[in-house]
């Protein structure tokens, strides 16, 4: 079964675009120097729409996470048990997403992981992270 299919509008058009370029992109306010991630138009903490877009460095540290042991859609049963992650970017904003090449034992909030960028065939690139190399139990 294929990926839920996403149709990118607004700022997510840019941010996909960023994506299939290499870049993970976050949103940095001018008003209020305050970085944040979904992509959007108004800074969540001050509502000024000075916003720019910014490349990251992809590394962060696990702020939370859950491992799936059911699907929670059909096109990832064959992907159980897998990890959620909330991480938190060196530059200042949180992310989520799916955490690869893990055991769910070998994870735990404060380790260090890395974003990398996945091309499927004929879909939008998808982040995933994995743990540093140094850190990789």
């Given at each position: 079964m294929t990926r839920p299919q996403i149709a990118p509008r607004g700022e997510e058009k840019l941010y996909f675009s960023a994506l299939a370029d290499g870049n993970l992109t976050y949103g940095f306010c001018l008003a209020c120097s305050t970085s944040h991630f979904y992509p959007r138009t108004l800074?969540?903490?001050?509502?000024?729409?000075?916003?720019e877009s910014r490349v990251g460095s992809g590394r962060g540290t696990i702020y939370s996470f859950t491992t799936q042991y059911r699907a929670g859609n059909p096109a990832l049963e064959d992907q159980v048990p897998y990890t959620i992650v909330m991480v938190d970017l060196e530059e200042g904003y949180r992310m989520m997403?799916?955490?690869?090449?893990?055991?769910?034992?070998?994870?735990s909030i404060g380790l260090p992981v890395v974003a990398e960028i996945e091309h499927p065939d004929n879909e939008h690139p998808v982040v995933h992270f994995r743990m540093e190399v140094s850190h990789g139990r």
């Open positions: 800074c969540p903490n001050c509502h000024s729409d000075d916003i997403a799916d955490l690869v090449g893990s055991e769910p034992e070998a994870i």
